[in-house]
Structures are given as structure tokens and as C-alpha cells.
């Protein structure tokens, strides 16, 4: 079974920028599209960036053109840079293939003090 951990989350002022990482246990990320969800407190999971095998990249509209997804296929990680960050942005982030179909990771928590 394919174990996802993501990384990189903290506390951090709004303005600032995370780079969070998720790593997976067997090499998946280049047969897969793959994508960073949040969950906040009292909300439903959300689909935020995804990115194809082939590097096509699509954005929530409440994050594009301050979050970018990437990916490096020989190190089996996925990232996502995040700049310019507000205090809705405030989750617990997660990674998984899109549509998800692995279990869940522990997720990594960021919060964005105003």
C-alpha cells in the first residue's frame, strides 16, 4: 500500500509563502495526476492545484496565481509553493492522486495569522 507524507506546513504571517512537500513510499507521481487538497476546520476537503503526468497544472480560483504545483518524478515528490498566503488559506494540507484513490496522508497544518 502506498503511504503519502506531506511536509512543510507551519505558522506563518499573511504575506508570507510555504513550500510543502509530499513524498509517497512507492514511485507513483509519473503514472498519475497528482494534487494538493485542504481541509479546513468545519469544511469539506478541497481540491486546490492538480498537475498531470504530462505538467499540465489547474487552480482553485482562490489560490491561482499565488500557488504553484510541481513535481519531480525520480525523487517522488510532489510540491506546492505557496506565496502571497491569507488567513482563509488556513488548513490542514494534504496530497493524493486526482481523482483520489490512495489513503490519505497525516496532512501537514498551515496556518496564516493575520
Known amino acids: 500500500q502506498v503511504q503519502l507524507v506531506e511536509s512543510g506546513g507551519g505558522l506563518v504571517q499573511a504575506g508570507g509563502s510555504l513550500r510543502l512537500s509530499c513524498a509517497a513510499s512507492r514511485s507513483i507521481f509519473s503514472i498519475n495526476t497528482m494534487g494538493w487538497y485542504r481541509q479546513a476546520p468545519g469544511k469539506q476537503r478541497e481540491l486546490v492545484a492538480r498537475?498531470?503526468?504530462?505538467?499540465?497544472?489547474n487552480y482553485a480560483s482562490s489560490v491561482k496565481g499565488r500557488f504553484t504545483i510541481s513535481r519531480d518524478n525520480a525523487k517522488n515528490r510532489v510540491y506546492l509553493q505557496m506565496n502571497s498566503l491569507k488567513p482563509e488559506d488556513t488548513a490542514v494540507y494534504y496530497c493524493n492522486t486526482d481523482p483520489s484513490w490512495l489513503s490519505w496522508g497525516q496532512g501537514t497544518q498551515v496556518t496564516i495569522s493575520s
Open positions: 498537475i498531470t503526468v504530462g505538467g499540465s497544472t
